[in-house]
């Protein structure tokens, strides 16, 4: 079992910046791969963010208003936590951000959302224009 608990959210302006926390128990964390996912209002959940249990490997979501270039994934796995640096937010980012963690996940699948084991209880990212 891997508990997840997500912290960092909150309200920010247009053109701002965020980092979002995931601290993790449970499972050895250094081997477990990790993945950001964000849900908007009336909208499915997407894929943000991952990064391997090495740190070697991240990965980005690349739709129109891509969050590469903007947005950082990093892990600390000293302290069980992986972040998500969030920069240049604009209304379009506003979400429920959730991190998630598996195992096993290839370049081919750590983008799926099914492919992650546990999930955590999401914080709320509202970004006012």
């Known amino acids: 079992q891997v508990q997840l608990v997500e912290s960092g959210g909150g309200l920010v302006q247009a053109g701002g910046s965020l980092r979002l926390s995931c601290a993790a128990s449970g499972r050895t964390f250094s081997r477990t791969d990790m993945g950001w996912f964000r849900q908007a209002p009336a909208k499915e959940r997407e894929f943000v963010a991952a990064i391997r249990w090495s740190g070697g490997g991240v990965y980005y979501a690349d739709y129109a208003e891509s969050v590469k270039g903007r947005f950082t994934i990093s892990r600390d796995n000293a302290k069980n936590t992986v972040y998500l640096r969030m920069n240049s937010l604009n209304p379009e980012d506003t979400a429920v951000y959730y991190c998630?963690?598996?195992?096993?996940?290839?370049?081919?699948?750590?983008?799926?959302?099914?492919?992650?084991?546990?999930w955590g209880q999401g914080t709320q990212v509202t970004v006012s224009s």
């Open positions: 998630a963690a598996g195992s096993g996940l290839s370049q081919g699948t750590i983008m799926q959302e099914r492919r992650y084991d546990y």
